[in-house]
Nanobody, 124 residues
């Protein structure tokens, strides 16, 4: 099993920045792909960004140029640097991990492990 623990959420004004972190423990060799999803009230969960063990990554169009995903394999940690935040970025952000994979899927159903979520609120 793999446990994922997120941190770094909070309240920020529009235009501000936050950095989310997610650390994996347990069978971390199973975290081939790690990613971030978010879910706003009344909306479906959506893909934000994901990164593979070798650094290949994918971002949703809505965050390109503003969010950067990175990972430190030695620390089993993935980061999401969020800049130029907008009120529409307000959501609960979830970390997810997927076992051995040759692709970086955008569907949440393709991920095997999930964190408990961290709230990000952007005020206008």
């Amino acid at each position: 099993q793999v446990q994922l623990v997120e941190s770094g959420g909070g309240l920020v004004q529009a235009g501000g920045s936050l950095r989310l972190s997610c650390t994996a423990s347990g069978r971390t060799y199973s975290t081939n792909v790690m990613g971030w999803f978010r879910q706003a009230p009344g909306k479906e969960r959506e893909f934000v960004a994901a990164i593979s063990w070798n650094g290949a990554f994918d971002n949703a169009d809505s965050v390109k140029g503003r969010f950067t995903i990175s990972r430190d394999n030695a620390k089993n940690t993935v980061y999401l640097q969020m800049n130029s935040l907008k009120p529409e970025d307000t959501a609960v952000y979830y970390c997810a991990a997927r076992r051995l994979s040759i692709s970086i899927p955008r569907q949440g159903s393709e991920y095997n492990y999930w964190g408990q979520g961290t709230q990000v609120t952007v005020s206008s």
